[in-house]
């Protein structure tokens, strides 16, 4: 149940109320909201004096259901992400790897006209072995292409060690497929106000998804943006497997933005510009693509990512799809 109170109310007594009825209390736009668990139909009655509004909802998907905010928008500078009329096409690599590798992508895609870069510094490998991101170094990186080329940057956090210097360097910060479950991060970005781009754990049913957005939103960040990339089933011959259909549930259902990363979710160049023009068609909120300068030379990620040719011609085959339903690739 979603609470809102009469505007003399104190806060000892929704804390009162909270410490009886369980669940947790934020502050948005100076006002003190309460949600308890799901499961409570009716505010007790000593405290309904108290009570300027109720949302009964059915499910702990409570602050993301359209039955409490039919829609949510982001402001991100100029840009406005989840107002039903863009899709906003996000690229990069997967890793920083180099200043000019960096540098060079950040060049291709300001001259494509997009607005923002995505590279990862802190990569959640699966393999110890295997490259693992250059870390600060990395940062720093993406905060120098920010200045020389004018774009936002995101980049991901992994766990709590590094999350206050992501949160500091970066537009949007990025939780991914393995992290959706670390309630540590997802609390400490809901203390935060930048937006937040949560994936979809490769695991992980809708419900559990959408509740990981709860641990943000219930502390007060309402700037989150849902990212389906792909989830396990039966199927090996690629990655992951693209669920569209839970898109489908997302935009029904949810008030937040939603986008679709095909690059991870297909794990092979071929397959990625067809997912994209795919997602795209659905009226999605925004894409992320990975591309890079040598993909072959790439130290992770290297079957998935686009090369610069690819990435153009998919970004000029989008635009007519996008058009088709109602919305402009920005
Ligand atoms: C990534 O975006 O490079 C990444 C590691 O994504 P995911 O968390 O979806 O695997
Ligand atoms: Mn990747």
């Not at 023009?277 to 894409?287: E, H, K, Q, T, Y």
Request: glycine share 6%.
């Amino acid at each position: 149940m979603i609470i809102h109170f009469k505007k003399d109310t104190t806060s000892t007594q929704i804390e009162e109320l909270r410490s009886e009825i369980q669940g947790i209390i934020f502050q948005q736009d100076n006002e003190s909201i309460l949600v308890s668990p799901s499961s409570l139909k009716q505010v007790p009655q000593q405290f309904q004096s108290i009570v300027s509004s109720e949302y009964v909802m059915t499910s702990d998907i409570q602050l993301a259901d359209k039955s409490y905010i039919k829609h949510r928008e982001i402001q991100l500078d100029d840009l406005v992400i989840g107002n039903g009329m863009n899709t906003h096409l996000i690229g990069g690599p997967c890793s920083v790897e180099s200043w000019e590798q960096i540098d060079q992508t950040a060049s291709f895609l300001k001259n494509l006209g997009i607005k923002t870069l995505r590279a990862g510094c802190f990569k959640p490998r699966t393999s110890p072995y295997t490259f693992q991101g250059l870390g600060e170094e990395g940062l720093e990186l993406l905060a120098k292409a920010r200045e020389k080329h004018g774009l936002n940057i995101i980049t991901e956090v992994k766990d709590s060690s590094h999350i206050d210097l992501v949160i500091e360097h970066t537009d949007i910060v990025q939780i991914g497929t393995k992290a959706m479950y670390d309630t540590s991060i997802l609390r400490r970005c809901g203390q935060s106000n930048k937006p937040i781009l949560l994936k979809r754990g490769f695991g992980s049913t809708l419900q559990e998804f959408v509740q990981a957005a709860e641990f943000i939103l219930s502390q007060g960040n309402p700037n989150v943006i849902l990212c389906e990339r792909g989830i396990r089933t039966f199927e090996s011959k690629t990655r992951f497997t693209l669920d569209l259909t839970g898109v489908a549930y997302i935009k029904h259902h949810i008030n937040l933005p939603i986008f679709v990363d095909p690059s991870h979710a297909m794990g092979y160049r071929y397959g990625v510009p067809d997912l994209t023009r795919a997602a795209v068609a659905m009226g999605i909120d925004g894409l992320l693509i990975e591309t890079h300068p040598t993909p072959e030379k790439a130290l992770s990620d290297a079957s998935q990512q686009l090369n610069f040719d690819e990435f153009e011609q998919m970004y000029h085959s989008l635009q007519p799809v996008a058009q088709a339903v109602g919305r402009t690739i920005i």
